[in-house]
């Protein structure tokens, strides 16, 4: 894809903006807004956490943060779940007073790698305020596959070209950019089977009608101890300690750098004042602090992480140019709309 397509000046901006993403983080948190107040008379009203579907991991990340924060504060934090990329589109239109919010995963950044339609620019329109919490996927094969280890299943692959196949939900999703991932850094080659969401992909492996997915952890969890599938590695750059025993794909393969994890977190409104950001980063490191609350990511499937808006900022830069890199090199198009 050359640099004149329009798939590739999409990812030449977003690549570009995220260049800048770091420093405008720092200006923003170096100066106030127009709609500034100091950190000691807010919240003095309720404030809306906008996000994705109810039942989905955000939605339930969320309220456990909602409900946390909201005792902290002594200001109520309301939840609101709305479709696909509407949560984005809302809050990038919304007011930066710090009373509208985003809790939203790695594909606020990574869709407009493939996508060019979304309503929003995430450089240009948020800034981080914490990284809540990680997640990797699981590389799970069906028990017919006769492979056993990531070796064994890139052997095989390289074997027969063109004859495994993987499921995914929509293109975009953490799991298809994980296996497009696997497949340019093994050099091999296993077809996309598309289906129109997770648990159908999902179902279908655990069926044996496709060889391999790769399995958002808390998703693989009941099919891993029922035995209908079988997990090789974890797509984190540590072992997880979600998944103990499970190495990683990067050490069990000999795939130096792989790396690719479910990221979440929370947003404002470009232009929020720098001691609101900092006043609600606080706000969720003393949450975290409590190993009860930890406890109750954990057993959700997913681990609490927390930080500065720069440590989150500079995940979401890493994160977006290694995913730009993938997208580049597989070729993968906009498929959204077709």
């Known amino acids: 894809m050359g640099r004149g397509h329009p798939h590739g000046r999409a990812q030449s901006r977003v690549r570009a903006g995220f260049a800048r993403f770091g420093a405008a983080i720092m200006a923003a948190l170096a100066a106030a807004g127009p709609f500034a107040a100091r950190a000691q008379e807010y919240p003095v009203r309720p404030i809306r956490i906008v996000t994705s579907d109810v039942g989905s991991g955000s939605d339930y990340s969320a309220r456990v943060i909602a409900k ?143 060889q391999l997915m790769f399995v958002p952890a808390v998703a693989a969890s009941p099919h891993l101890k029922s035995g209908r599938l079988i997990a090789l590695a974890v797509t984190s750059a540590k072992p997880s300690p979600l998944l103990p025993g499970l190495p990683t794909v990067a050490d069990a393969g000999g795939l130096a750098g792989y790396e690719l994890v479910s990221v979440n977190g929370l947003f404002a409104p470009a232009r929020t004042s720098a001691a609101i950001v900092s006043r609600l980063s606080a706000e969720i490191n003393k949450l975290y602090s409590s190993p009860a609350v930890k406890e109750q990511f954990a057993s959700s499937g997913v681990e609490a992480i927390g930080g500065t808006p720069a440590v989150f900022a500079a995940k979401i830069k890493e994160q977006t140019a290694a995913v730009a890199r993938v997208v580049k090199e597989a070729g993968i198009r906009d498929e959204f709309g077709k």
């Open 68 to 210: 946390g924060i909201s005792s902290q504060m002594g200001q109520q934090l309301i939840v609101d779940n709305r479709a696909s990329i509407i949560a984005p589109q809302i809050v990038a239109k919304a007011q930066p007073d710090g009373y509208t919010l985003l809790f939203y995963g790695s594909g606020l950044w990574l869709l407009p790698l493939i996508r060019s339609d979304l309503g929003y620019d995430p450089a240009r329109d948020y800034v981080p305020v914490a990284w809540a919490t990680t997640s990797p996927t699981v590389l799970t094969v069906h028990p017919s596959t006769p492979a056993r280890s990531v070796k064994e299943l890139i052997a095989l692959a390289r074997a027969k070209p063109g004859v495994l196949n993987y499921s995914t939900g929509a293109p975009g999703t953490i799991n298809h950019l994980a296996a497009e991932m696997f497949k340019v850094m093994a050099r091999v080659n296993i077809v996309r089977i598309s289906y129109k969401g997770q648990g159908a992909a999902l179902a279908d492996l655990a069926a044996g009608q496709v």
